[in-house]
């Protein structure tokens, strides 16, 4: 019989990022579902404490008390980009949960990007074992181990400390067939708080599916502690299935896709639209891809076919001069391209753009700004270059961190590192690029508008409205800037 009652959760708390919980567009822990999933599947008991919307991480207290479990495992889920960028207010919501769990003499187990990139300082805190990389697979195998009384040690992909020695194990490899995952243990989350805050700011639910693991490309500032280069794919029937379960669970009209890159072959795009018609399913999607994947008319045709509704790429720049010192592996006439396709084919284009990076100019910078201006995407995310270990960027730029090497949450964006400009200048261009698209965007839409009268909902009037506000708003900014780099301001 199984003896073990294992307690999951997760250290991404909502409210300790306050740029994402006043966004309202909460996701729930996918991964820490999945793993959930799999030990339950294994027979034992399992629990969920779901911290996203608690505003310290204290407030598990009360439930340790009640579940007392044997094992308290902070499983974070390494599909949401947010939980990659370690951010240090949910390393501290992390260490002080484990802490709580050791006072209730649990053994405590984490996975993270986070504790696999610094598993010795979640050691120093009292954790007991940090699954290093993918960690599903290793979390089954020692949670069978300390049931059985064996040995843990052998057991590939951890980290432990004995007598105060940091030890770790061997790697383990990254599974190879993701369907013979089970589905994510939904039963367990109290999804109501995620419907309700979606439905009241933006009118529609939307869930979070995963299809694939990791990313065979090679962007020097990208950090994979996960997966590293591997890219695995689930089969489409296995992705098909997981949807109609989830329909017959929720009621949401809409997926974020959470794969770093969403179908990477032709092929199994083409086969997911065809099956999702085959069923008779309706829903809308986002994905994130890349510019030399949503240049191939085939593909691009398929994902509208199958109902994407918004596909993310990493623009960056519009420096091919950057592009290439990042590996980024695309070109500015392929961002073009796929824009045009996409919009050809009723897709909005979006763009992740990174400001910051060695040895940016303000020409670059300028560059990019235009080229936004130029192929005006449906929505931008603007981030500074932010070094993580295991990268060939942190590398190059290690030497400069000194006390702060991580963000505090997402809208930090500090430049840790010197570089052409000042982190000040980089804070507010962000400002000032956002303030800039939107105001161009609004302009363009009023233009579109009045060339063919359709009919405007509130979110397209409230975006014409914004003009008003962005115009001066980007003027403001813009001298600001000036008041910060006037020389490199003006080459704006």
């Known amino acids: 019989m199984k003896k073990q009652k294992l307690l999951f959760t997760h250290s991404y708390l909502l409210p300790l990022d306050p740029k994402q919980d006043q966004w309202n567009k909460p996701y729930p822990p996918l991964m820490t579902l999945q793993a959930a999933a799999l030990v339950r599947e294994a027979g034992y008991i399992v629990e969920f404490y779901d911290s996203m919307f608690n505003e310290q ?46 006072d209730q003499q649990a053994i405590v187990i984490v ?29 089954l195998e020692l949670v069978e181990a300390i049931d059985a009384g064996t040995e843990t040690t052998d057991i590939p992909g951890l980290a432990f400390s004995n007598k105060g020695v940091v030890h770790r194990s061997a790697p383990r490899l990254v599974m190879k067939e993701l369907d013979q995952l089970p589905v994510p243990a939904w039963d367990l989350l109290n999804i109501r708080e995620y419907e309700d805050r979606w439905r009241k700011h933006w ?44 329909k017959t669970l929720f009621e949401f009209e809409h997926i974020w896709f959470c794969d770093d890159i969403f179908g990477l072959k032709r092929s199994w795009v083409i086969d997911f639209a065809k099956k999702v ?32 509704e918004e596909a ?21 006439e392929q961002a073009r391209e796929a824009t045009q396709l996409l919009k050809k084919n009723g897709i909005k284009p979006c763009f992740f753009i990174q400001f910051g990076y060695l040895d940016e100019t303000a020409e670059d910078i300028r560059k990019t700004i235009e080229l936004i201006n130029e192929l005006m995407p449906y929505d931008i995310g603007i981030s500074v270059s932010y070094p993580l270990p295991g990268t060939g960027f942190y590398d190059k730029v ?6 702060k090497t991580n963000w505090t949450d997402s809208h930090d964006l500090d430049l840790m590192f010197k570089n052409t400009y000042s982190p000040d200048f980089y804070k507010e261009l962000h400002t000032y ?34 003009y008003f506000y962005y115009l001066p708003a980007t003027l403001v900014a813009k001298q600001r800037l000036k008041v910060i780099d006037h020389e490199a301001a003006s080459c704006l």
């Open 312 to 332: 993310w790429m990493g623009v960056e720049s519009g420096s091919q001069e950057i592009l290439d010192a990042m590996d980024k592996g695309i070109t500015i």
């Open 203 to 246: 009118n529609y639910f939307s869930l979070n599916i995963a299809t694939t693991r990791g990313c065979p490309y090679k962007c020097n500032w990208c950090a994979k502690p996960i997966y590293g280069h591997s890219y695995k794919m689930r089969s489409t029937d296995h992705v098909i299935e997981e949807i109609m379960t989830l």
């Open 433 to 466: 690029v956002h303030h800039n698209f939107r105001r161009h965007r609004a302009a363009v839409l009023f233009r579109n508008k009045l060339r063919n009268p359709t009919r405007i909902d509130f979110f397209d009037f409230k975006r014409m409205l914004s």
């Open 277 to 308: 018609n085959d069923h008779g399913l309706k829903f809308r999607y986002k994905i994130q891809s890349r510019a030399d994947l949503l240049v191939k008319p085939n593909y691009v045709e398929a994902l509208a076919a199958s109902g994407c």
């Open 398 to 403: 290690k030497a400069d961190l000194k006390d």
């Open 111 to 139: 996975c993270s990007s986070d504790a696999t990139d610094h598993y010795g300082l979640y050691l120093e805190q009292g954790v007991d074992f940090v699954l290093m990389g993918e960690g599903e697979q290793t979390l």
């Open 57 to 102: 991480p204290e407030v598990i207290a009360p439930h340790l008390a009640k579940c007392k479990p044997n094992i308290f495992v902070i499983f974070d889920d390494g599909f949401n980009y947010l939980t990659k960028m370690c951010l240090t207010n949910m390393r501290a919501a992390a260490i002080k949960m484990a802490q709580l769990a050791k």
